[in-house]
């Protein structure tokens, strides 16, 4: 029996090919993409699950306070970690993860070579102590976790240890040594394999903590200081089984409290799940490669809305076709078959056809893949198929897809009576309750398809806002070029300066630290003192010097830029800053004294505020200074391009040659700052490309299902066509006639779909503190958009019908 019906099953399909191609086609697209989405969920959430007992593991992080706004930071002060495994109660491991500061050259003394070899920019790199590797289960190849109690000791994975010393095993790497920025000096005592897992922790060097406070690092990395938060410094704890994240945080409070005191600006701190940091945007993680989860429920509301185009196409067309089936049906009950019989017939047919789809689907994954593999993790591949969660993915898919498609139409269709049919009784008019269902969900498809071009258009929009907002400084032809973090020879520096600054494309070069807007960012504490009381602030620290806000053409509000200087002796503060502590006008700020530490300095200037970071966030309290030996950054302002006379390119090239004159061993690298801002909105760029492609896929299904009822349609009046042509009617006068019904329905979608997303699009639009606004042109142009691809599908079949010789269609009568 089964076999008949898989055979019954073909033949109907074969008979319908367009239907079945159209069919097909829909539940293709919509399976093939809920595959792909499946792959990069099912990753996304795969990572940091191998640990034991991760429930109790959380990151310490901090939070300052400022009038009227927060600011999160993933770091806390590095003494800190100490006191946590000291003092409180109910913490079973604190384990500290100090980044290296930049990407450090590594020296490598192999046996056989007297000149050491040099490693550049090496990632992964942090100072921590043997409580990391009781967080972080690692199989030791060689040594053990108590070799980073000792200062100036090192332990490597084995992907590192094999690119310093290939050919030598693990166990005769110890006691052998590693250089790292020409001036720290240490020993590897340890070798651990690689972790294979999904995780955040991905480092491959372990320098020991005790290393920063036996060296010239103790005061860059401010190891005494309570006062200074970075992301830098970073805190693990892992809780006694059994004790509250909420006791255990209170009496962290206590601890910051006992050996800093909050003045004017409070800091406080909190327990953040492990589990948590894969997903947390704004306090990030360590190499930024974060997943977003509103991002993901959204890739997984697209595959549903593909999977249920397809399936309403399905519903659709099966439905539509009913009278053409209804003979068949007839008979079949009147030879004996029972009303489940016939349910599982059609059901078998639409499993039939899922399964095909399902098919097609699979192979289309690698292409899939390889087309959006600058929006897919690496780690996302083809072989993930295989794995048993995806197979019951799979498996579930076609269950859900088969019965969602078949079970109504296969329900339907069993009703009809057999006398009925056999006495051509059976007919499809518009007011039949199959006809009322057919117009609902089409108008559910095209209210799908709405809201993805009104969703586009709000993202469009709101990305042309972010990369042309004004932001308070000149960002278009401008050059950086990011210095060796290791040298320290100022005169060098100043020489490459002289030389970039006589290329003739070159207006203007300037060394300073970071450019206005940018990732990179430097944090510390500062206060100034008005006799009874002392107001403390954290700010952000940036250094430069006059002709640096003269080629960024930033505006000064009161007093005059800092001047030159070898160390800080001027301060300039943007406005935000002067309102935090107290000052009512800019003028107000001029004359008065910041303390940093033990050291005292006159403000001079008070700067208009201006975006140093992204639209996402607000404008935070920001200081300037003067610095020469904080400099790490030349800014290059090229001259405007004119046709035959300036090449920014050839610019580019005499700059490399210019830097490997003075720095021959380390890579040229620069950045455009225009290019550099508009990297700040990548995954808002990546989601609109998604989007365009999801809104593509969703017009295109339901545009497909509105050519299979145009042809069904078209089919069932050929008659009346015929006749309205021989009684003069115009070809412009069918067309309408044809198309009038679908694109009210089209309209009606439009307008229900409207208030939903506006709704959906102003939530997104809160996560950025400075946006776009929502236009009422947006939802006009949205709806003509869809009406204009319809009528360009309908008019596939409705002018061809229309142009018909009506003496076909009437001969019969």
């Known amino acids: 029996m089964f076999k008949n019906f898989i055979l019954g099953g073909c033949r109907n399909l074969w008979r319908n090919r367009l239907f079945s191609l159209i069919n097909i086609s829909g539940l293709a697209i919509g399976i093939s993409a809920s595959l792909v989405i499946f792959l990069i969920v099912n990753y996304q959430y795969s990572f940091d699950h191998f640990e034991k007992e991760r429930d109790q593991i959380y990151r310490v992080v901090s939070t300052m306070h400022f009038p009227g706004q927060e600011f999160k930071l993933p770091g806390v002060p590095l003494p800190m970690s100490g006191a946590v495994q000291r003092e409180v109660s109910g913490v079973e491991i604190s384990a500290p993860v100090i980044l290296f500061f930049g990407d450090p050259t590594v020296g490598v003394s192999l046996p056989d070579n007297l000149t050491p070899v040099q490693f550049k920019k090496e990632p992964d790199v942090i100072f921590t102590n043997d409580s990391y590797f009781k967080l972080i289960s690692y199989n030791w190849l060689a040594g053990n976790p108590g070799c980073l109690q000792k200062p100036f000791s090192v332990v490597l994975t084995e992907s590192r240890a094999k690119k310093y010393f290939p050919g030598i095993p693990p166990s005769s790497l110890i006691g052998h040594t590693l250089t790292y920025d020409d ?44 006062s200074n938060i970075n992301s830098s410094s970073q805190l693990f704890v892992k809780l006694i089984k059994g004790v509250s994240a909420k006791q255990v945080l209170s009496q962290i409070q206590s601890v910051r409290s006992k050996y800093f005191k909050d003045n004017f600006l409070k800091t406080t701190h909190s327990l953040q799940p492990l589990n948590e940091i894969h997903f947390d945007s704004e306090l990030g993680n360590f190499d930024d490669t974060q997943a977003n989860k509103s991002t993901l429920l959204g890739l997984l509301v697209v595959a549903a809305f593909l999977l249920l185009l397809g399936c309403i196409n399905f519903i659709n067309l099966t439905t539509a076709q009913g009278a053409q089936r209804a003979k068949e049906i007839g008979i079949r009950k009147t030879l004996g078959s029972s009303k489940k019989q016939l349910i599982f017939q059609f059901l078998s047919e639409t499993f039939l056809l899922t399964i095909i789809a399902t098919g097609i689907s699979i192979a289309m994954v690698p292409l899939l893949l390889k087309a959006f593999s600058s929006y897919i993790p690496a780690e996302v591949s083809f072989n993930e198929i295989l794995q048993p969660g995806v197979l019951l993915f799979i498996v579930i898919i076609i269950m859900i897809v088969g019965l969602l498609s078949g079970f109504y139409p296969a329900l339907t269709l069993t009703r009809f009576n057999p006398v009925a049919v056999l006495k051509n009784h059976i007919q499809s008019t518009p007011n039949t309750r199959k006809a009322v269902m057919r117009k609902t969900l089409t108008i559910v498809q095209f209210i799908i398809a709405q809201f993805f071009i009104f969703a586009i258009l709000v993202v469009s929009k709101q990305i042309h806002y972010l990369l042309n907002k004004e932001l308070g400084f000149k960002k278009d032809a401008i050059v950086t070029i990011d210095l060796p973090s ?27 630290s970071f450019p206005p807007a940018s990732n990179a960012m430097s944090f510390g504490t500062m206060s100034i003192d008005y006799g009874k009381k002392k107001l403390e602030s954290s700010v952000e620290f940036k250094f430069a010097d006059s002709d640096y806000f003269a080629l960024y053409k930033m505006k000064l509000l009161a007093g005059r830029f800092p001047r030159s200087t070898d160390s800080t002796m001027e301060y300039l503060i943007n406005n935000t800053y002067a309102q935090v502590i107290g000052f009512k006008s800019p003028s107000e700020a001029i004359g008065k004294y910041l303390e940093r530490g033990n050291s005292k300095s006159e403000i001079v200037g008070v700067l208009a505020d201006f975006h140093s970071h992204s639209l996402h966030s607000e404008i935070k309290p920001l200081v300037f200074s003067s610095a020469l030996n904080e400099y790490s950054t030349l800014h290059i302002g090229l001259k405007p391009k004119i046709e035959g006379s300036q090449n920014w390119k050839g ?49 295109f299904i339901s545009c497909l299902g509105l050519l299979g009822l145009a042809v069904y349609t078209t089919n069932l009046k050929t008659k009346e066509i015929g006749i309205r042509k021989v009684l003069g009617a115009s070809v412009n006068q069918i067309v309408f006639l044809l198309s009038r019904d679908f694109v009210q329905l089209i309209l009606f979608a439009s307008v229900i779909s409207a208030p939903f997303c506006w709704w959906a699009m102003n939530k997104w639009l809160e996560e950025f503190a400075f946006r776009t606004t929502l236009d009422w042109w947006v939802f006009v142009v949205g709806g003509l958009i869809m009406v204009s691809f319809a009528l360009l599908v309908l008019s596939i079949r409705t002018i061809r019908s229309a142009s018909a010789n009506p003496i076909q269609s009437l001969r019969t009568e």
């Open 486 to 512: 290791a040298d320290k020879d100022t005169d060098k520096k100043l020489v490459l300066r002289q030389k970039i600054s006589g290329i003739p494309e070159v207006d203007q070069v300037v060394l300073a």
């Open 183 to 226: 001036s720290i000096l240490v020993t590897i005592n340890g070798v651990v394999q690689d972790l294979n897992e999904i995780t955040e922790f991905r480092f491959k060097e372990f320098l020991s903590l005790n290393t920063i406070a036996n060296s010239g690092l103790k005061k860059s990395y401010n190891w005494d200081s309570w």
């Open 651 to 699: 610019a580019i090239s005499k700059m490399e040659k210019l830097w490997k004159e003075e720095y021959p061993e380390d890579e040229f690298s620069y950045q455009f700052l225009d290019e550099s801002i508009a990297k700040f909105y990548k995954s808002e760029q990546d989601i609109s490309i998604l989007l365009s492609w999801a809104t593509g896929l969703t017009i």
